[in-house]
RNA sequence: GGCCCCGUAGCUCAGUUGGAUAGAGCAUCAGAUUCCUAAUCUGAGGGUCAGAGGUUCGAAUCCUCUCGGGGUCACCA
């Protein structure tokens, strides 16, 4: 970390300004000749330590440039010591191990965490908007139909990441892309067709194999029935197909836009894959002669797929994309043996574009059967940028739906599958949203109708609500007794903090420390699953303390015998839920002022 | 067969990008209710981080191999 990204930080991250510390410490014994002038500093954190017992935050520094310095990492530490024990702010540090520098934090440090919180308010932790544009393309489900459970998590993943991106100064555009265009959606015109004939009066049977059978089509039969009346009967399909398509695919957006907004997810930008074109002159033609200018494009043969080879491979010559040049495992068609071009030019095309739209940064979440897709996407971003963007793709892996631990059956094609909008009706989008959140989005995941709606520890959607609701119950009956107390007012926000000494109350207090880290930390890595587990131990840290004022009275937030003691309280629960609050907003949950 | 993901307590999973004695919840056992919501909390037991090598001050984490589970594998979208 250079000294200027230091010093451009927010200064809410008060591990950073200890790490700053540190280097200051660093370049006064440089100064002194006791350590070189030239020697490197950079490169060690300062962070929580993993374990109680050693201490309230503990850095690595000497460890890191021991070899650097040409000094044993415990007697270098044993210069920066006494440097640190000497400064007010930290009661005792020491060395710990192969050579850990342990600090020791005066109270006070911990206790001003909370004034800077009712102070920020819901910035806490989060940096003012940037200026490099992210794109975020999540969900682009066909729209051929409902969204399903299988849609949900990378739905509900990628709106997460890009609000946790937001608030660490992401400047983001939430990104859809139709795949309107192939043979899947003539596919639902002529089932949109069949639906029409049936508007009209016809029997139509059974829905032909190929075809979409499910009865969402009706609407869209009878909609065309109404506006067309019996003019599409007698035509050729050339001349009907593209008519209904139109008619079909814009019905299946707004049924997909409304799935949504049932999970408060929006996008900023819907792309059009048709819009791309196809043929001359079109955006498809354009990336690929972009990409047969830097010699990545040729004529050749592939060789036949590994494992056992379909029935219908035939060896042919066919325009290829040289995509093992950037680590794919084989080259791609751009060309399919009809001459028009693969879904993959349409998707090198759209990645094209995002790139000559200003987005250096994309983030494509896809689901798990598309892991085999990666590479060449990446392959073809690298090639057409000339290494200048960066693609990461972010996998979602299946959901399994349970019912009281039983497992719920689905077969897509009796069209029996539980849809996104099933869910989020049984249980609330909260319980969706969190949980979809709540692991890793590389791990499988097992969601369970019943559990996430029950009220218990077991249910951490619950419990991370109850926690936000308890504070403000708390609030509420802290009124009781002090009526004219406001919990937003400058006799919480400014009271002295000095008397959250509890090792209960410390413990939130440096919880609520972690959080500007660990909201860095969870954007840099794509990962917003760690704000649900922090928001997690949060909740726990309240509820432990809150509990312990059971069987200690005196620990309780509210004490009608000591109005500034309470004001204080006031201030610590105040400062947890707003956290609390500002995280679940990240993930796109409401915070409960009351559970009922 | 190739590629990708996963393998951590009986079960479900974290592990802050290489840090110290590997952590939560559930389940089990023992406790807390005149009390700010017991819808919660306190404590105990439970581990060869799948296995074997390697890299280094230091590995659950990085590299190689083996075993086991899932996904995927010309032209579809």
Known sequence: MTRRGRQQRFCMNIFYQYEEVIAEIISGLKSRGALAED?????????????DGHGDITSNVALVL???????????????????????DIQ????????????????????????????????????????????????????TGPMHVGHCRGAVFGDALASLLESQGGDIT???????????????????????REALGEDIGEIPAGLYPGDYLKPVGADLAK??????LDRDEAEWLPVVREAAIAA????????????????????????????????IEHAIEELRTRGFVYEGHLEPPKGKLPDDWEDREQLLFRSTE???????????????????????????????????????VWGADHSGYIKRVKAAVAALTDQKAELDVKICQLVRLFRAGEPVKMSKRAGDFVTLRELVDEVGADPVRFMMLYRKNDAPLDFDFVKVTEKSRDNPVFYVQYAHARAHSVFRNMNEIFSDMDVAGDEVAMADLSVLDDPGELDILKRLAQYPGMLEGAAKAHEPHRLAFYLYELAADLHSQWN?????????????????????????????????????????VTAPEEMR
Do not use: C
């Open 66 to 88: 021991a070899k650097r310095a040409k000094m044993a990492p415990r007697d270098l530490a044993g210069l920066l010591v006494p440097e640190l024990t000497a400064r007010d």
């Open 252 to 283: 299946m957006m707004a049924d997909i836009k409304s799935d949504l907004a049932a999970v408060n997810i929006r996008h900023d930008v819907f792309f059009s894959e048709r819009s791309l074109g196809d043929g001359e002159g079109s955006r």
């Open 548 to 588: 312990r004022g059971k069987e200690s009275p005196q620990l309780r937030f509210i004490r009608e015998d000591d109005r500034d003691l309470t004001a204080a309280r006031m201030a610590l629960v105040s400062g947890t839920a707003e956290i609390l609050a500002s995280g679940l907003k990240i993930l796109g």
């Open 39 to 51: 020697l490197d500093a950079g490169g060690f954190s300062v962070e929580p330590p993993r374990e």
């Open 92 to 143: 005792a540090a020491e060395i710990a191990g192969p050579g850990f520098i342990n600090m020791t934090l005066s109270p006070g440090v911990w206790q001003n965490i909370v004034t800077v919180i009712l102070r920020e308010g819901e910035d806490y932790g989060r940096k003012p908007k940037g200026s490099v544009p992210v794109n975020v393309e999540y969900v682009s489900a066909n729209p």
């Open 174 to 196: 939430r990104e859809y892309y139709i795949n309107d265009a192939g043979a899947q959606v003539d596919a639902l015109a002529r089932s949109a067709y069949l639906r029409y």
């Open 227 to 232: 506006i067309h009346g019996a003019a599409l």
């Open 326 to 364: 950037f680590g794919d495992d084989g080259d791609r068609a751009l060309r399919k043996s009809d001459g028009s071009h693969t879904y993959f030019a349409a998707d090198i095309a759209y990645h094209l574009d995002k790139y000559s739209r200003g987005f250096e940064k994309m983030i494509d």
